[in-house]
Protein backbone atom coordinates (compact mmCIF):
# COMPACT_ATOMS: atom_id res chain seq x y z
CA UNK A 1 0.00 0.00 0.00
CA UNK A 2 1.49 3.50 -1.05
CA UNK A 3 2.21 6.11 1.95
CA UNK A 4 -0.53 8.41 0.18
CA UNK A 5 -3.34 5.95 0.89
CA UNK A 6 -1.89 4.80 4.76
CA UNK A 7 -2.56 8.59 5.54
CA UNK A 8 -6.04 9.96 7.32
CA UNK A 9 -8.70 12.28 5.69
CA UNK A 10 -8.32 15.54 7.44
CA UNK A 11 -9.67 19.06 7.03
CA UNK A 12 -7.24 22.03 7.60
CA UNK A 13 -8.45 25.99 8.26
CA UNK A 14 -5.68 28.62 8.87
CA UNK A 15 -6.10 31.36 11.04
CA UNK A 16 -5.21 35.16 10.16
CA UNK A 17 -5.04 38.01 12.02
CA UNK A 18 -6.67 41.16 11.03
CA UNK A 19 -5.96 44.10 12.70
CA UNK A 20 -8.19 46.21 10.31
CA UNK A 21 -10.90 44.71 8.36
CA UNK A 22 -11.50 47.66 5.91
CA UNK A 23 -8.30 47.31 5.05
CA UNK A 24 -8.05 43.63 5.00
CA UNK A 25 -4.43 43.29 5.18
CA UNK A 26 -3.51 40.05 7.45
CA UNK A 27 -0.44 37.64 8.54
CA UNK A 28 -1.08 33.88 8.75
CA UNK A 29 -0.89 32.72 12.86
CA UNK A 30 -2.07 29.31 13.46
CA UNK A 31 -3.50 26.26 12.09
CA UNK A 32 -6.08 23.71 13.21
CA UNK A 33 -6.52 20.41 11.61
CA UNK A 34 -9.21 18.02 12.42
CA UNK A 35 -9.38 14.26 11.22
CA UNK A 36 -12.65 13.89 9.41
CA UNK A 37 -15.40 12.29 10.95
CA UNK A 38 -13.27 12.58 13.74
CA UNK A 39 -13.71 14.43 17.41
CA UNK A 40 -9.85 14.83 17.39
CA UNK A 41 -8.26 18.01 16.43
CA UNK A 42 -5.11 19.91 16.65
CA UNK A 43 -4.29 23.28 17.21
CA UNK A 44 -0.86 25.44 16.91
CA UNK A 45 0.05 28.89 16.79
CA UNK A 46 2.98 30.57 16.17
CA UNK A 47 5.97 31.30 18.14
CA UNK A 48 7.38 33.87 16.22
CA UNK A 49 5.08 36.78 16.61
CA UNK A 50 7.15 39.27 14.94
CA UNK A 51 5.49 39.68 11.43
CA UNK A 52 2.31 40.15 13.93
CA UNK A 53 4.09 42.99 15.53
CA UNK A 54 5.02 44.45 12.61
CA UNK A 55 1.37 44.41 11.15
CA UNK A 56 0.30 45.81 14.09
CA UNK A 57 2.62 47.56 16.45
CA UNK A 58 -0.06 47.55 19.37
CA UNK A 59 -0.98 43.76 18.86
CA UNK A 60 -1.97 41.80 22.47
CA UNK A 61 0.08 38.70 21.94
CA UNK A 62 -0.65 37.87 25.52
CA UNK A 63 -4.22 37.75 24.38
CA UNK A 64 -3.57 35.65 21.20
CA UNK A 65 -1.24 32.94 23.09
CA UNK A 66 -4.18 32.99 25.58
CA UNK A 67 -6.72 32.08 22.42
CA UNK A 68 -4.42 28.90 21.49
CA UNK A 69 -4.79 27.60 25.39
CA UNK A 70 -8.45 27.86 25.38
CA UNK A 71 -8.94 26.31 21.80
CA UNK A 72 -6.44 23.50 22.38
CA UNK A 73 -8.87 22.92 25.60
CA UNK A 74 -12.50 23.22 24.30
CA UNK A 75 -11.10 20.91 21.39
CA UNK A 76 -9.16 18.66 22.97
CA UNK A 77 -11.89 18.24 26.21
CA UNK A 78 -15.17 19.17 24.44
CA UNK A 79 -17.52 16.99 23.18
CA UNK A 80 -19.13 19.65 21.12
CA UNK A 81 -17.15 19.46 18.69
CA UNK A 82 -18.91 16.11 17.38
CA UNK A 83 -22.23 18.20 17.01
CA UNK A 84 -22.20 19.43 13.25
CA UNK A 85 -21.97 22.91 14.38
CA UNK A 86 -19.87 22.39 17.33
CA UNK A 87 -16.03 23.12 15.65
CA UNK A 88 -17.35 26.20 14.18
CA UNK A 89 -19.56 27.39 17.38
CA UNK A 90 -16.02 26.67 19.27
CA UNK A 91 -14.26 28.71 17.02
CA UNK A 92 -16.32 31.65 16.99
CA UNK A 93 -16.70 31.76 20.67
CA UNK A 94 -12.76 31.57 21.42
CA UNK A 95 -11.71 33.53 18.58
CA UNK A 96 -11.96 37.95 18.88
CA UNK A 97 -12.66 40.27 16.09
CA UNK A 98 -9.51 40.33 14.77
CA UNK A 99 -8.87 36.77 13.67
CA UNK A 100 -10.57 34.77 10.78
CA UNK A 101 -10.55 31.41 9.78
CA UNK A 102 -10.24 30.45 6.18
CA UNK A 103 -12.73 27.64 4.30
CA UNK A 104 -11.87 23.89 5.44
CA UNK A 105 -9.68 22.15 2.97
CA UNK A 106 -9.06 18.72 2.65
CA UNK A 107 -5.62 16.91 3.24
CA UNK A 108 -3.91 14.00 4.02
CA UNK A 109 -2.19 13.89 6.93
CA UNK A 110 0.31 10.83 8.48
CA UNK A 111 -0.88 11.53 11.72
CA UNK A 112 -2.30 14.98 13.39
CA UNK A 113 0.67 16.20 15.04
CA UNK A 114 3.16 15.27 11.59
CA UNK A 115 -0.13 17.15 9.83
CA UNK A 116 0.20 20.74 11.78
CA UNK A 117 3.95 20.87 12.10
CA UNK A 118 3.55 20.47 7.88
CA UNK A 119 1.00 22.54 7.79
CA UNK A 120 3.01 25.48 9.84
CA UNK A 121 5.77 25.09 7.19
CA UNK A 122 3.81 25.68 4.72
CA UNK A 123 1.54 28.43 5.49
CA UNK A 124 2.26 30.41 8.87
CA UNK A 125 6.20 30.41 9.98
CA UNK A 126 8.21 32.36 7.86
CA UNK A 127 10.78 30.83 5.60
CA UNK A 128 14.40 31.21 6.37
CA UNK A 129 15.02 34.42 4.45
CA UNK A 130 12.08 36.13 6.00
CA UNK A 131 13.04 35.24 9.83
CA UNK A 132 14.42 37.89 11.27
CA UNK A 133 17.48 37.86 13.83
CA UNK A 134 17.24 35.70 16.95
CA UNK A 135 15.13 37.04 20.03
CA UNK A 136 17.37 38.58 22.28
CA UNK A 137 16.40 40.37 25.75
CA UNK A 138 13.50 40.12 27.25
CA UNK A 139 11.78 38.19 24.65
CA UNK A 140 14.11 35.78 24.12
CA UNK A 141 13.73 34.68 28.12
CA UNK A 142 9.75 34.77 27.53
CA UNK A 143 10.44 32.07 24.36
CA UNK A 144 12.68 30.36 26.67
CA UNK A 145 10.28 30.19 29.69
CA UNK A 146 7.14 29.11 27.27
CA UNK A 147 9.08 26.25 25.87
CA UNK A 148 10.14 24.42 29.34
CA UNK A 149 6.28 24.75 30.16
CA UNK A 150 4.85 23.49 27.14
CA UNK A 151 8.43 20.38 27.03
CA UNK A 152 6.36 20.07 30.70
CA UNK A 153 2.73 19.94 29.32
CA UNK A 154 1.67 22.67 31.93
CA UNK A 155 1.54 25.89 29.75
CA UNK A 156 -2.46 25.69 28.66
CA UNK A 157 -3.14 25.20 32.39
CA UNK A 158 -1.25 28.32 33.73
CA UNK A 159 -2.82 31.69 33.65
CA UNK A 160 -0.84 34.14 31.26
CA UNK A 161 -0.36 37.76 31.19
CA UNK A 162 -2.01 38.57 34.82
CA UNK A 163 -3.20 41.71 35.14
CA UNK A 164 -1.28 43.55 38.01
CA UNK A 165 -4.48 45.27 38.63
CA UNK A 166 -6.45 42.93 39.66
CA UNK A 167 -4.26 43.26 43.13
CA UNK A 168 -2.71 46.18 43.29
CA UNK A 169 -5.17 49.35 41.92
CA UNK A 170 -6.96 50.56 38.90
CA UNK A 171 -4.50 51.56 36.04
CA UNK A 172 -1.10 49.27 37.54
CA UNK A 173 0.29 48.45 33.94
CA UNK A 174 2.45 45.51 34.89
CA UNK A 175 1.45 42.27 33.65
CA UNK A 176 2.88 39.02 35.04
CA UNK A 177 4.10 37.08 32.14
CA UNK A 178 2.86 33.54 33.77
CA UNK A 179 1.60 31.68 36.82
CA UNK A 180 -0.09 29.30 38.61
CA UNK A 181 -1.44 28.19 41.93
CA UNK A 182 -0.88 24.71 43.56
CA UNK A 183 -2.80 24.67 47.08
CA UNK A 184 -2.12 28.06 49.43
CA UNK A 185 0.23 29.91 47.16
CA UNK A 186 0.42 32.11 43.71
CA UNK A 187 3.55 31.60 42.04
CA UNK A 188 4.43 34.10 39.68
CA UNK A 189 7.13 34.39 37.06
CA UNK A 190 7.51 37.13 34.75
CA UNK A 191 11.10 37.85 32.49
CA UNK A 192 13.29 40.21 33.25
CA UNK A 193 16.36 41.05 31.17
CA UNK A 194 19.04 42.07 32.64
CA UNK A 195 21.52 43.00 29.53
CA UNK A 196 23.35 45.84 30.40
CA UNK A 197 23.46 46.83 26.32
CA UNK A 198 19.33 47.20 26.35
CA UNK A 199 18.35 50.60 27.02
CA UNK A 200 16.44 50.86 29.83
CA UNK A 201 17.12 46.90 31.22
CA UNK A 202 17.57 47.68 34.85
CA UNK A 203 14.45 49.70 35.07
CA UNK A 204 12.45 46.21 34.57
CA UNK A 205 13.96 45.06 37.60
CA UNK A 206 13.32 48.15 39.88
CA UNK A 207 9.61 48.50 38.44
CA UNK A 208 8.99 44.54 39.31
CA UNK A 209 10.93 45.17 42.67
CA UNK A 210 8.57 48.37 43.44
CA UNK A 211 5.35 46.49 42.77
CA UNK A 212 6.23 43.24 45.14
CA UNK A 213 4.67 44.47 48.09
CA UNK A 214 1.68 45.68 46.40
CA UNK A 215 0.97 42.39 44.35
CA UNK A 216 2.08 40.21 47.74
CA UNK A 217 -0.94 42.00 49.85
CA UNK A 218 -3.43 42.02 46.75
CA UNK A 219 -2.72 38.27 46.53
CA UNK A 220 -2.99 38.10 49.65
CA UNK A 221 -6.41 39.45 49.72
CA UNK A 222 -7.96 38.53 46.80
CA UNK A 223 -7.25 35.20 46.74
CA UNK A 224 -6.12 34.11 50.33
CA UNK A 225 -2.79 32.92 49.45
CA UNK A 226 0.92 33.72 49.92
CA UNK A 227 2.76 35.04 46.34
CA UNK A 228 6.19 33.63 45.40
CA UNK A 229 7.44 35.90 42.93
CA UNK A 230 10.12 34.71 40.61
CA UNK A 231 12.29 36.85 38.14
CA UNK A 232 13.85 34.89 35.34
CA UNK A 233 17.17 36.59 34.12
CA UNK A 234 19.89 35.57 31.64
CA UNK A 235 22.78 33.59 32.75
CA UNK A 236 25.19 36.82 33.75
CA UNK A 237 27.77 34.97 31.18
CA UNK A 238 25.27 35.21 28.21
CA UNK A 239 24.95 39.06 28.72
CA UNK A 240 29.06 40.11 29.04
CA UNK A 241 28.42 40.48 32.58
CA UNK A 242 31.98 39.26 33.54
CA UNK A 243 35.10 40.02 35.32
CA UNK A 244 36.61 41.19 32.35
CA UNK A 245 33.77 43.90 32.12
CA UNK A 246 33.21 44.86 35.73
CA UNK A 247 30.76 48.39 34.67
CA UNK A 248 28.31 45.31 32.95
CA UNK A 249 28.61 43.21 35.94
CA UNK A 250 28.29 45.53 38.53
CA UNK A 251 24.87 46.64 36.60
CA UNK A 252 23.92 43.13 36.48
CA UNK A 253 24.66 42.65 40.17
CA UNK A 254 22.55 45.75 40.82
CA UNK A 255 19.41 44.47 39.13
CA UNK A 256 19.82 40.78 40.73
CA UNK A 257 20.37 42.51 44.57
CA UNK A 258 17.46 44.60 43.86
CA UNK A 259 14.93 42.09 43.11
CA UNK A 260 16.26 40.06 45.89
CA UNK A 261 16.03 42.62 48.30
CA UNK A 262 12.04 43.02 48.08
CA UNK A 263 11.78 39.24 48.78
CA UNK A 264 12.29 38.19 44.79
CA UNK A 265 12.98 35.25 43.62
CA UNK A 266 15.53 35.52 40.93
CA UNK A 267 16.71 32.31 38.71
CA UNK A 268 18.34 32.54 35.66
CA UNK A 269 17.24 30.54 32.28
CA UNK A 270 18.99 27.56 33.07
CA UNK A 271 16.92 27.10 35.75
CA UNK A 272 13.74 26.52 33.66
CA UNK A 273 13.36 23.05 33.75
CA UNK A 274 13.67 22.40 37.00
CA UNK A 275 10.53 25.51 37.31
CA UNK A 276 8.97 23.48 34.89
CA UNK A 277 9.17 19.94 36.22
CA UNK A 278 8.43 21.49 39.81
CA UNK A 279 5.09 22.87 37.75
CA UNK A 280 4.59 19.73 36.50
CA UNK A 281 4.07 17.97 40.06
CA UNK A 282 2.29 20.63 41.44
CA UNK A 283 -0.17 20.62 38.48
CA UNK A 284 -0.46 17.24 38.65
CA UNK A 285 0.11 16.50 34.92
Not at 48 to 61: G, H, K, N, S, T
Amino acid sequence: MSARLDRRACEFQLLRYVPDAVRNEYVHIGVILREQGSPHAEVRFTRDWRRVRCLDADADIGLLEGMESELRRRLQWGTEADEPRGLMRILEESLSLNIQMSEAKAYLAESLPAGVEELMRLYVEPSPRQRAPRLSGRAAIQAQMRAEFEHAGVWDLMRKRIAAAEYTRPGDPLRIDAGYRPNGVVRMFHAVSLDPGIAAAMEAAKVLAFSRAALQAGVKRVEDAELELTAVIEPAARVGATEEEPERLAMYRFGVETMEEHAIRVLTTSDLGRVAETARRELRV
